[in-house]
């Protein structure tokens, strides 16, 4: 299970909104073996296209050296998908090198860059082996063991 604070989601639906039509791709970094997704790190889409996404390679160097430097690990790797459903493509699933990593996609195909509902879904990606976990949006990290602080993401990003 993917359990991410509301503002982090916030985050990354506002930038897959923001880059439509293109894809928009980032990650979330944590520290080492925590699972806590807490650095939000929008990144460049190299490829500007609707159907596909790839990391600058400059930047990525770049911020894979910045969270090796501060103990952190790439907890969430996520992009959007413009047109289709929030599930990992062949290419998606090839890129998948962080067995650690939560997989995040989320679909603006039926809002666009409008504040309409997405799909905002998980994936544990290993070995080409795709699994879809559960997400739990929680108010805090400190409100996160209670019902109080959570929901569940799904199509509404109001629900989330």
Known sequence: MLTIDQATYDAIVAHA?????????GIVAGPEGSERPERFVPMMNAERSPTFYSFDSGEHYRVWNEMWERD???????????????????????????????????????????????????????????????VRVVASYDSASGPAGEAAAGADPAAG
């Open 72 to 134: 952190e690990e790439p907890v969430v790797i996520y992009h959007s998908h413009t047109a289709t459903e929030a599930y990992p493509s062949r290419t998606d699933i090839g890129l998948a090198k962080e067995p650690g990593a939560h997989y995040v996609l989320v679909s603006t195909r039926e809002s666009g860059s409008a504040d309409g509902p997405v799909e905002f879904r998980s994936y544990r990606i290993i070995d080409e082996t795709v699994t879809e976990e559960e």
């Open 17 to 25: 909104r923001a880059d439509h039509p293109d894809e928009a791709c």
